[in-house]
């Protein structure tokens, strides 16, 4: 099984639109939660933290459910820049910062 | 705004060749990191780096892969006799601390033929 499972993709979706990322994990000693979002053939770069009460950052509403291992990203009103593909990332403790990164999923919005 | 930096972006080397990849990181950052993705699949960490010394290693990093911080800015990977399954794009990225957002380098694309 792997680590961290996210939704297949890709999303198309027109703009305005509200779409919802699924990301879910198999060890319960994960600790630390982030999506990054990565351009075609560029680096991941940071989007947000996940904290256990769930946070917000403008359009962007992140949530994690340390029951169900499960961790969501909403975007609200999405505009044609957001397209990319959105990675689920994990840590654990004590292992030195290692991030594990799920597969991606593929955002695509038109207009 | 700070950012991770890397060269070269692109390298293209022959099989059995040694290549040095060369990052300078966030200067008030504590740990460094390298991580690859081969193309069209997911990024995999290879190596921590923290107090001078390997922090944590995946399975990847065998003996063919080496770190160094030769000096107090630049962190280097180094990969002896390279094979085709090499060919991958690179990642440096440092955080202030472990377990924190980490900041990515742009990426160096290494093509083993």
């Known amino acids: 099984r792997k680590e961290v499972e996210q939704d297949p993709g890709p999303f198309n979706v027109p703009e305005g639109a509200t779409v919802a990322f699924n990301c879910t994990y198999s060890n319960s000693a994960s600790q630390s939660f982030f999506w990054y979002r990565q351009d075609c053939r560029k680096e991941p770069k940071l989007l947000m933290s996940?904290?256990?009460s769930g946070n917000e950052d403008g359009r962007f509403t992140a949530q994690l459910n340390r029951a169900s291992q499960y961790i969501s990203l909403l975007i609200r009103d999405s505009k044609l820049s957001d397209s990319a593909t959105y990675l689920c990332?994990?840590?654990?403790?004590?292992?030195?910062?290692?991030?594990?990164f799920g597969q991606g999923t593929e955002l695509s919005v038109k207009p | 705004e700070p950012e991770v930096t890397q060269t070269p972006s692109h390298q293209v080397t022959q099989m059995g060749q040694e290549v040095i990849l060369r990052c300078v990181p966030i200067s008030n950052h504590l740990y460094f990191y390298w991580y690859r993705q081969i193309l069209g699949q997911k990024v995999e960490f290879l190596v921590s780096?923290?107090?001078?010394?390997?922090?944590?290693k995946s399975e990847i990093f065998d003996d063919q892969f080496s770190v160094e911080r030769p000096d107090g800015s630049n962190f280097t990977l180094k990969i002896r006799s390279t094979k085709l399954e090499d060919s991958a794009m690179y990642f440096c990225?440092?955080?202030?601390?472990?377990?924190?957002?980490?900041?990515f380098g742009q990426g160096t694309r290494l093509t083993v033929v």
């Open positions: 780096f923290y107090n001078n010394e390997i922090s944590e």
């Open positions: 990225a440092s955080s202030r601390a472990g377990p924190i957002e980490a900041f």
């Open positions: 990332v994990v840590s654990r403790r004590n292992q030195g910062g290692k991030l594990i």
């Open positions: 996940v904290y256990s």
